[in-house]
Protein backbone atom coordinates (compact mmCIF):
# COMPACT_ATOMS: atom_id res chain seq x y z
CA UNK A 1 0.00 0.00 0.00
CA UNK A 2 1.44 3.60 -0.63
CA UNK A 3 2.15 5.33 2.28
CA UNK A 4 0.55 8.50 1.87
CA UNK A 5 -2.49 6.76 0.73
CA UNK A 6 -2.12 4.88 3.78
CA UNK A 7 -0.89 7.96 6.22
CA UNK A 8 -5.03 9.54 4.97
CA UNK A 9 -6.63 6.23 5.26
CA UNK A 10 -5.90 3.93 7.33
CA UNK A 11 -6.27 5.56 10.74
CA UNK A 12 -9.77 6.45 10.29
CA UNK A 13 -11.52 3.66 9.14
CA UNK A 14 -11.08 1.24 12.11
CA UNK A 15 -11.00 3.90 14.52
CA UNK A 16 -14.17 4.86 14.91
CA UNK A 17 -15.20 1.32 15.70
CA UNK A 18 -12.39 0.84 18.14
CA UNK A 19 -12.72 3.96 20.55
CA UNK A 20 -16.83 3.26 20.61
CA UNK A 21 -15.95 -0.08 21.86
CA UNK A 22 -13.36 0.49 24.61
CA UNK A 23 -13.43 4.01 24.86
CA UNK A 24 -10.28 6.02 25.82
CA UNK A 25 -8.75 8.05 28.77
CA UNK A 26 -8.81 6.55 31.87
CA UNK A 27 -9.64 2.51 30.62
CA UNK A 28 -10.39 0.21 33.15
CA UNK A 29 -10.85 -2.95 30.63
CA UNK A 30 -7.76 -3.93 29.26
CA UNK A 31 -8.97 -6.32 25.76
CA UNK A 32 -6.37 -9.10 24.75
CA UNK A 33 -4.79 -7.13 21.63
CA UNK A 34 -1.12 -8.47 21.90
CA UNK A 35 -0.67 -11.18 18.89
CA UNK A 36 -1.00 -15.03 19.94
CA UNK A 37 1.93 -16.76 21.25
CA UNK A 38 1.86 -18.93 18.68
CA UNK A 39 1.82 -16.16 15.96
CA UNK A 40 4.39 -14.66 17.06
CA UNK A 41 7.63 -13.82 14.96
CA UNK A 42 10.75 -14.51 17.50
CA UNK A 43 9.78 -15.39 21.83
CA UNK A 44 12.37 -13.94 24.08
CA UNK A 45 12.06 -14.53 27.48
CA UNK A 46 14.46 -11.75 28.79
CA UNK A 47 11.66 -9.68 27.57
CA UNK A 48 9.05 -11.36 28.67
CA UNK A 49 10.31 -11.27 32.24
CA UNK A 50 11.10 -6.88 31.86
CA UNK A 51 7.16 -7.69 31.17
CA UNK A 52 6.16 -9.64 34.03
CA UNK A 53 7.55 -7.59 36.22
CA UNK A 54 6.69 -4.12 34.85
CA UNK A 55 3.37 -5.10 35.19
CA UNK A 56 3.86 -6.84 38.32
CA UNK A 57 4.85 -3.79 39.93
CA UNK A 58 3.80 -0.33 38.38
CA UNK A 59 0.46 1.30 40.21
CA UNK A 60 -1.14 2.22 36.97
CA UNK A 61 -2.93 -1.29 35.21
CA UNK A 62 -2.96 1.06 31.99
CA UNK A 63 0.65 1.23 31.69
CA UNK A 64 1.33 -2.36 32.37
CA UNK A 65 -0.93 -3.20 29.65
CA UNK A 66 0.09 -0.77 27.26
CA UNK A 67 3.74 -1.93 27.69
CA UNK A 68 2.84 -5.45 27.24
CA UNK A 69 1.39 -4.72 23.92
CA UNK A 70 4.51 -2.07 22.75
CA UNK A 71 7.79 -3.29 23.90
CA UNK A 72 7.28 -7.24 22.24
CA UNK A 73 5.80 -5.17 19.39
CA UNK A 74 9.15 -5.80 16.97
CA UNK A 75 9.57 -8.88 18.30
CA UNK A 76 6.17 -10.16 18.11
CA UNK A 77 5.27 -9.22 14.47
CA UNK A 78 8.30 -7.58 12.07
CA UNK A 79 11.02 -9.47 12.36
CA UNK A 80 12.26 -12.42 10.01
CA UNK A 81 15.09 -14.54 11.50
CA UNK A 82 17.33 -16.85 10.10
CA UNK A 83 20.66 -18.11 9.81
CA UNK A 84 22.24 -17.90 6.55
CA UNK A 85 25.69 -19.52 5.68
CA UNK A 86 26.18 -20.13 9.49
CA UNK A 87 25.26 -16.15 9.76
CA UNK A 88 22.48 -14.79 11.48
CA UNK A 89 20.08 -12.52 9.34
CA UNK A 90 17.48 -10.40 10.69
CA UNK A 91 15.01 -8.33 8.04
CA UNK A 92 12.32 -5.94 10.12
CA UNK A 93 9.95 -4.59 8.51
CA UNK A 94 8.08 -1.12 9.71
CA UNK A 95 4.86 -2.67 10.68
CA UNK A 96 1.93 -1.89 8.21
CA UNK A 97 4.84 -1.49 4.78
CA UNK A 98 6.59 -4.62 4.08
CA UNK A 99 10.13 -3.02 3.76
CA UNK A 100 12.79 -2.75 5.53
CA UNK A 101 14.11 0.83 6.58
CA UNK A 102 17.52 1.52 7.96
CA UNK A 103 16.55 3.82 10.32
CA UNK A 104 13.20 2.08 11.55
CA UNK A 105 15.00 -1.75 12.25
CA UNK A 106 17.76 0.16 14.14
CA UNK A 107 15.13 2.05 16.48
CA UNK A 108 12.81 -0.56 16.43
CA UNK A 109 15.27 -3.18 18.15
CA UNK A 110 17.15 -0.47 20.05
CA UNK A 111 15.66 -0.81 23.53
CA UNK A 112 16.68 -4.60 23.46
CA UNK A 113 19.99 -3.89 23.89
CA UNK A 114 20.54 -4.04 27.39
CA UNK A 115 18.44 -7.51 27.41
CA UNK A 116 21.17 -9.00 24.99
CA UNK A 117 23.56 -10.54 28.03
CA UNK A 118 20.29 -12.68 29.15
CA UNK A 119 19.02 -14.20 25.93
CA UNK A 120 21.19 -15.32 23.18
CA UNK A 121 18.95 -15.78 20.83
CA UNK A 122 17.92 -11.92 21.22
CA UNK A 123 21.52 -11.01 20.64
CA UNK A 124 22.09 -13.21 17.57
CA UNK A 125 18.50 -11.71 16.11
CA UNK A 126 20.50 -8.16 16.58
CA UNK A 127 23.78 -9.62 15.54
CA UNK A 128 21.33 -10.35 12.69
CA UNK A 129 20.18 -6.89 11.73
CA UNK A 130 23.90 -5.55 11.54
CA UNK A 131 24.73 -8.10 8.93
CA UNK A 132 21.30 -7.09 6.55
CA UNK A 133 21.90 -3.88 7.09
CA UNK A 134 25.98 -4.01 6.04
CA UNK A 135 24.04 -5.85 2.85
CA UNK A 136 21.89 -3.16 1.93
CA UNK A 137 24.50 -0.31 2.73
CA UNK A 138 26.52 -2.21 -0.15
CA UNK A 139 23.58 -2.50 -2.17
CA UNK A 140 23.33 1.22 -2.36
CA UNK A 141 24.30 3.84 0.49
CA UNK A 142 21.81 6.21 -0.83
CA UNK A 143 18.63 4.64 -0.77
CA UNK A 144 16.04 4.45 2.71
CA UNK A 145 14.07 1.42 2.30
CA UNK A 146 14.69 -2.42 1.12
CA UNK A 147 13.16 -5.53 0.22
CA UNK A 148 14.20 -9.04 1.86
CA UNK A 149 12.85 -10.62 -2.20
CA UNK A 150 15.21 -8.61 -4.59
CA UNK A 151 12.79 -9.80 -6.90
CA UNK A 152 9.95 -7.96 -5.74
CA UNK A 153 8.90 -5.20 -7.51
CA UNK A 154 8.82 -1.50 -5.50
CA UNK A 155 5.90 1.06 -6.36
CA UNK A 156 8.34 3.43 -6.71
CA UNK A 157 10.14 1.76 -9.49
CA UNK A 158 9.13 4.74 -11.61
CA UNK A 159 11.15 7.02 -9.46
CA UNK A 160 13.65 9.31 -11.24
CA UNK A 161 16.65 7.93 -10.03
CA UNK A 162 19.55 5.04 -9.67
CA UNK A 163 16.76 2.34 -8.67
CA UNK A 164 18.19 -1.24 -8.46
CA UNK A 165 16.68 -5.14 -7.68
CA UNK A 166 16.31 -4.95 -3.67
CA UNK A 167 15.54 -1.50 -2.99
CA UNK A 168 12.28 -0.19 -1.86
CA UNK A 169 12.51 3.30 -2.57
CA UNK A 170 15.99 5.88 -2.41
CA UNK A 171 15.24 9.00 -0.84
CA UNK A 172 18.95 10.11 0.70
CA UNK A 173 18.49 10.75 4.30
CA UNK A 174 21.90 11.37 6.38
CA UNK A 175 20.08 9.35 9.22
CA UNK A 176 19.85 6.33 7.31
CA UNK A 177 23.24 5.70 7.28
CA UNK A 178 23.74 6.76 11.10
CA UNK A 179 21.98 4.70 12.67
CA UNK A 180 23.31 1.40 11.64
CA UNK A 181 26.57 2.70 13.06
CA UNK A 182 24.69 3.42 16.01
CA UNK A 183 23.10 0.02 16.44
CA UNK A 184 26.58 -1.42 15.99
CA UNK A 185 28.17 0.82 18.52
CA UNK A 186 25.57 0.06 21.21
CA UNK A 187 25.79 -3.64 20.13
CA UNK A 188 29.40 -3.85 20.69
CA UNK A 189 28.97 -1.85 23.88
CA UNK A 190 26.60 -4.04 25.80
CA UNK A 191 28.76 -7.19 24.33
CA UNK A 192 31.77 -6.41 23.23
CA UNK A 193 31.91 -8.99 20.47
CA UNK A 194 32.90 -7.52 17.12
CA UNK A 195 31.75 -10.53 14.91
CA UNK A 196 29.47 -8.38 13.00
CA UNK A 197 32.16 -6.18 11.90
CA UNK A 198 34.05 -8.15 9.46
CA UNK A 199 35.48 -7.38 5.89
CA UNK A 200 32.26 -6.89 4.67
CA UNK A 201 30.74 -4.07 7.08
CA UNK A 202 34.42 -2.46 6.98
CA UNK A 203 33.95 -1.82 3.24
CA UNK A 204 30.44 -0.72 3.66
CA UNK A 205 31.26 1.99 6.40
CA UNK A 206 33.90 2.80 3.80
CA UNK A 207 31.17 3.50 1.80
CA UNK A 208 29.00 5.48 4.42
CA UNK A 209 32.18 8.00 4.70
CA UNK A 210 32.36 8.46 0.57
CA UNK A 211 28.74 8.95 0.79
CA UNK A 212 28.86 11.82 3.41
CA UNK A 213 31.66 13.45 1.52
CA UNK A 214 29.98 13.34 -1.44
CA UNK A 215 27.20 14.79 -0.28
CA UNK A 216 29.55 17.91 1.19
CA UNK A 217 29.36 18.83 -2.28
CA UNK A 218 32.71 20.35 -2.30
CA UNK A 219 33.75 19.26 -5.86
CA UNK A 220 30.12 19.62 -7.71
CA UNK A 221 26.52 18.16 -7.01
CA UNK A 222 27.40 14.24 -6.46
CA UNK A 223 25.96 11.41 -8.18
CA UNK A 224 22.72 11.45 -6.29
CA UNK A 225 19.29 12.88 -7.47
CA UNK A 226 15.83 12.34 -6.83
CA UNK A 227 12.54 12.49 -8.82
CA UNK A 228 9.14 11.43 -8.11
CA UNK A 229 5.94 12.12 -10.50
CA UNK A 230 3.50 13.19 -7.65
CA UNK A 231 1.08 15.61 -6.59
CA UNK A 232 2.91 15.27 -3.27
CA UNK A 233 5.38 18.61 -3.05
CA UNK A 234 7.11 16.74 -0.40
CA UNK A 235 8.19 13.71 -1.81
CA UNK A 236 10.00 15.01 -4.69
CA UNK A 237 13.46 17.00 -5.21
CA UNK A 238 13.05 20.47 -7.46
CA UNK A 239 15.97 21.80 -9.56
CA UNK A 240 16.21 18.34 -11.64
CA UNK A 241 16.42 15.88 -8.54
CA UNK A 242 19.65 18.12 -6.81
CA UNK A 243 17.45 20.23 -4.74
CA UNK A 244 17.22 24.01 -3.68
CA UNK A 245 21.31 24.93 -4.34
CA UNK A 246 23.45 25.18 -1.30
CA UNK A 247 26.78 27.25 -0.43
CA UNK A 248 29.22 24.22 0.55
CA UNK A 249 30.60 24.48 3.45
CA UNK A 250 31.66 20.85 4.90
CA UNK A 251 28.35 20.13 5.92
CA UNK A 252 26.63 17.46 4.28
CA UNK A 253 23.64 17.68 2.09
CA UNK A 254 20.60 15.57 2.72
CA UNK A 255 17.69 15.23 0.13
CA UNK A 256 15.16 13.94 2.67
CA UNK A 257 14.23 14.46 6.16
CA UNK A 258 13.58 11.22 8.38
CA UNK A 259 9.95 11.56 7.87
CA UNK A 260 10.91 10.51 3.86
CA UNK A 261 9.58 14.29 3.21
CA UNK A 262 11.99 16.73 0.98
CA UNK A 263 14.14 19.33 2.72
CA UNK A 264 13.70 23.25 1.95
CA UNK A 265 17.52 23.74 2.72
CA UNK A 266 19.56 20.54 2.56
CA UNK A 267 21.87 21.36 5.13
CA UNK A 268 19.38 19.40 7.80
CA UNK A 269 21.51 20.29 11.33
CA UNK A 270 19.50 17.89 13.36
CA UNK A 271 21.13 14.85 10.86
CA UNK A 272 24.37 16.96 10.99
CA UNK A 273 24.75 16.29 14.50
CA UNK A 274 23.58 12.61 14.21
CA UNK A 275 26.49 12.25 11.63
CA UNK A 276 29.25 13.87 14.02
CA UNK A 277 27.74 11.38 16.69
CA UNK A 278 28.06 8.14 14.26
CA UNK A 279 31.49 9.48 13.14
CA UNK A 280 32.60 9.04 16.67
CA UNK A 281 30.99 5.84 17.33
CA UNK A 282 32.88 5.06 14.06
CA UNK A 283 35.88 6.00 15.43
CA UNK A 284 35.95 4.16 18.52
CA UNK A 285 34.62 1.09 16.90
CA UNK A 286 37.19 1.18 13.87
CA UNK A 287 39.76 0.93 16.38
CA UNK A 288 38.62 -1.88 18.02
CA UNK A 289 38.55 -4.38 15.22
CA UNK A 290 42.10 -2.89 14.06
CA UNK A 291 41.55 -0.72 11.42
CA UNK A 292 42.82 2.49 12.02
CA UNK A 293 42.78 3.83 8.72
CA UNK A 294 38.98 3.86 8.68
CA UNK A 295 38.92 5.44 12.30
CA UNK A 296 41.28 8.34 10.77
CA UNK A 297 39.22 8.81 8.08
CA UNK A 298 36.26 8.94 10.52
CA UNK A 299 37.81 11.35 13.25
CA UNK A 300 38.54 13.64 10.84
CA UNK A 301 35.54 13.94 9.28
CA UNK A 302 33.42 14.16 12.79
CA UNK A 303 35.91 17.08 13.87
CA UNK A 304 35.62 19.08 10.48
CA UNK A 305 31.84 18.62 10.56
CA UNK A 306 31.33 19.51 14.16
CA UNK A 307 33.34 22.90 13.64
CA UNK A 308 31.03 24.08 10.99
CA UNK A 309 28.06 23.36 12.95
CA UNK A 310 28.74 25.43 15.46
CA UNK A 311 30.06 28.32 13.58
CA UNK A 312 26.94 28.27 10.85
CA UNK A 313 23.95 26.84 12.71
CA UNK A 314 23.03 28.74 15.35
CA UNK A 315 20.83 31.39 15.10
CA UNK A 316 19.37 34.23 17.56
CA UNK A 317 15.94 34.82 17.99
CA UNK A 318 14.26 37.31 20.38
CA UNK A 319 12.50 35.32 21.87
CA UNK A 320 15.02 32.57 22.94
CA UNK A 321 18.41 33.92 22.09
CA UNK A 322 20.34 31.31 20.40
CA UNK A 323 18.84 28.42 18.65
CA UNK A 324 19.84 25.90 16.31
CA UNK A 325 18.25 26.08 13.02
CA UNK A 326 16.25 22.90 11.29
CA UNK A 327 18.02 23.59 8.13
CA UNK A 328 20.24 25.53 6.31
CA UNK A 329 21.79 26.63 2.53
CA UNK A 330 25.22 28.02 3.70
CA UNK A 331 24.17 31.52 1.86
CA UNK A 332 22.60 32.65 5.09
CA UNK A 333 18.93 31.23 4.78
CA UNK A 334 17.00 29.50 7.01
CA UNK A 335 14.44 27.58 8.33
CA UNK A 336 13.27 27.37 11.85
CA UNK A 337 11.02 24.62 12.68
CA UNK A 338 11.17 21.05 14.22
CA UNK A 339 10.11 17.95 12.90
CA UNK A 340 8.79 14.60 15.49
CA UNK A 341 10.77 12.29 13.14
CA UNK A 342 14.57 11.58 15.28
CA UNK A 343 17.04 13.17 14.34
CA UNK A 344 15.14 16.06 14.88
CA UNK A 345 16.09 18.96 17.46
CA UNK A 346 14.37 17.92 20.49
CA UNK A 347 15.89 14.67 20.11
CA UNK A 348 19.96 15.37 19.43
CA UNK A 349 20.69 15.09 23.53
CA UNK A 350 19.07 11.67 23.24
CA UNK A 351 20.36 10.46 20.32
CA UNK A 352 24.17 11.81 21.57
CA UNK A 353 23.41 9.87 24.23
CA UNK A 354 26.21 11.05 26.88
CA UNK A 355 28.72 11.12 23.87
CA UNK A 356 28.43 14.76 23.20
CA UNK A 357 29.50 16.68 26.74
CA UNK A 358 27.24 20.43 25.19
CA UNK A 359 24.28 19.10 24.63
CA UNK A 360 23.01 20.80 27.87
CA UNK A 361 24.55 24.13 27.41
CA UNK A 362 21.96 27.03 26.58
CA UNK A 363 22.08 27.08 23.09
CA UNK A 364 20.17 23.37 23.43
CA UNK A 365 18.44 24.27 25.98
CA UNK A 366 16.98 27.12 24.26
CA UNK A 367 16.72 24.89 21.27
CA UNK A 368 14.58 22.62 23.56
CA UNK A 369 12.08 25.65 24.57
CA UNK A 370 11.59 26.82 21.11
CA UNK A 371 10.49 23.29 19.71
CA UNK A 372 8.21 22.84 22.33
CA UNK A 373 6.52 26.09 21.97
CA UNK A 374 3.90 28.41 19.58
CA UNK A 375 6.80 29.52 17.68
CA UNK A 376 7.88 25.99 16.15
CA UNK A 377 5.10 25.56 13.16
CA UNK A 378 5.17 21.79 13.75
CA UNK A 379 3.91 22.16 17.77
CA UNK A 380 0.16 21.58 18.19
CA UNK A 381 -1.94 22.12 21.31
CA UNK A 382 -5.36 21.36 21.58
CA UNK A 383 -8.15 19.88 24.02
CA UNK A 384 -6.85 16.04 23.89
CA UNK A 385 -3.11 16.99 24.26
CA UNK A 386 -0.05 19.15 23.39
CA UNK A 387 3.51 18.24 21.27
CA UNK A 388 5.13 18.15 17.94
CA UNK A 389 3.75 16.79 14.49
CA UNK A 390 5.64 17.06 11.12
CA UNK A 391 4.49 18.36 7.68
CA UNK A 392 4.28 14.53 6.74
CA UNK A 393 1.23 14.18 8.84
CA UNK A 394 -0.61 17.59 8.00
CA UNK A 395 -1.18 20.21 10.57
CA UNK A 396 -2.78 19.49 14.03
CA UNK A 397 -1.23 15.73 13.94
CA UNK A 398 0.96 15.19 16.75
CA UNK A 399 3.28 11.92 17.28
CA UNK A 400 3.83 9.68 20.48
CA UNK A 401 7.49 9.82 19.12
CA UNK A 402 8.15 13.30 19.74
CA UNK A 403 6.13 12.81 23.43
CA UNK A 404 8.61 10.01 24.20
CA UNK A 405 11.20 12.12 23.31
CA UNK A 406 10.18 14.68 24.96
CA UNK A 407 9.97 12.41 27.92
CA UNK A 408 13.20 10.92 27.75
CA UNK A 409 15.22 13.99 27.34
CA UNK A 410 13.32 16.18 30.09
CA UNK A 411 15.12 16.93 33.67
CA UNK A 412 11.78 18.06 35.22
CA UNK A 413 9.27 15.26 36.50
CA UNK A 414 6.49 16.85 35.76
CA UNK A 415 6.94 17.30 32.46
CA UNK A 416 8.22 13.57 32.14
CA UNK A 417 4.57 12.51 34.30
CA UNK A 418 2.76 14.52 31.40
CA UNK A 419 4.00 13.04 28.48
CA UNK A 420 3.26 9.42 30.79
CA UNK A 421 -0.29 10.87 31.04
CA UNK A 422 -0.67 11.86 27.33
CA UNK A 423 0.59 8.98 25.74
CA UNK A 424 -2.01 6.90 27.65
CA UNK A 425 -4.73 8.83 27.76
CA UNK A 426 -4.20 9.11 23.49
CA UNK A 427 -3.86 5.27 21.95
CA UNK A 428 -7.57 5.51 20.94
CA UNK A 429 -8.40 2.35 22.85
CA UNK A 430 -6.08 0.06 20.71
CA UNK A 431 -3.42 -0.94 23.00
CA UNK A 432 -0.59 0.54 20.68
CA UNK A 433 0.83 3.58 19.93
CA UNK A 434 0.35 5.22 16.36
CA UNK A 435 2.47 7.64 14.16
CA UNK A 436 0.14 10.71 15.40
CA UNK A 437 -3.29 11.45 16.23
CA UNK A 438 -5.43 14.38 15.98
CA UNK A 439 -4.78 17.11 18.84
CA UNK A 440 -8.61 17.17 19.69
CA UNK A 441 -9.17 13.91 18.68
CA UNK A 442 -7.12 10.96 19.54
CA UNK A 443 -9.56 8.08 17.43
CA UNK A 444 -8.51 10.33 14.18
CA UNK A 445 -5.02 8.58 14.05
CA UNK A 446 -2.34 7.32 11.37
CA UNK A 447 -1.13 4.14 11.04
CA UNK A 448 -2.65 1.30 13.37
CA UNK A 449 0.61 -0.62 12.61
CA UNK A 450 3.79 1.29 13.08
CA UNK A 451 6.28 -0.64 15.68
CA UNK A 452 8.91 2.19 16.04
CA UNK A 453 6.37 4.43 18.08
CA UNK A 454 5.54 1.21 19.80
CA UNK A 455 9.42 0.69 21.02
CA UNK A 456 9.97 4.09 21.72
CA UNK A 457 7.04 3.92 23.91
CA UNK A 458 8.42 1.17 25.69
CA UNK A 459 11.69 2.34 25.94
CA UNK A 460 10.49 5.42 27.38
CA UNK A 461 8.47 3.15 30.03
CA UNK A 462 10.95 1.32 30.77
CA UNK A 463 13.71 3.47 31.60
CA UNK A 464 10.77 5.87 33.63
CA UNK A 465 10.50 2.32 35.33
CA UNK A 466 13.97 1.91 36.00
CA UNK A 467 14.56 5.63 37.00
CA UNK A 468 11.58 6.92 38.29
CA UNK A 469 9.21 3.93 39.22
CA UNK A 470 7.04 7.01 40.91
CA UNK A 471 5.45 8.70 38.22
CA UNK A 472 3.77 4.60 36.82
CA UNK A 473 1.73 5.01 39.88
Not at 286 to 304: M, T, Y
Request: hydrophobic residues 40%; contains cysteine.
Amino acid sequence: MKRRHFVRQAGLTGAAFIVSRYGFGQQTDFPTVRVAKADRHFQSPAVERVIEQLQKNVGNKEIGWLFGNCFPNTLDTTVDFEMRNGRPDTYVITGDIDAMWLRDSCAQVWPYLPLMKEDKNLQDLIHGVINRQTQFILLDPYANAFFKDFNKVSEWKSDLTAMKPGIHERKWEIDSLCYPIRLGYGYWQQTGDTKPFDSAWKQAMRLVIQTFKEQQRMEGKGPYSFQRTTAWATDGVPLGGYGYPVKPNGLICSMFRPSDDATIYPFLIPSNWFAVFALDWLTQLAKAVGDEELARQAFDLNNSIAKVLWDSAIVYTQRFGNIWTYETNGFGSVNLMDDANMPSLLSVPYLADNSFANVRQTTWENTRKYCLSDANPFFFKGTAAEGIGSPHTGLDMIWPISLCVQGLTSIDEGEMKKCITTLRTTHAGTGFMHESFHKDNPANFTRKWFAWANSMFGEFIWKMYRRKPHLLT
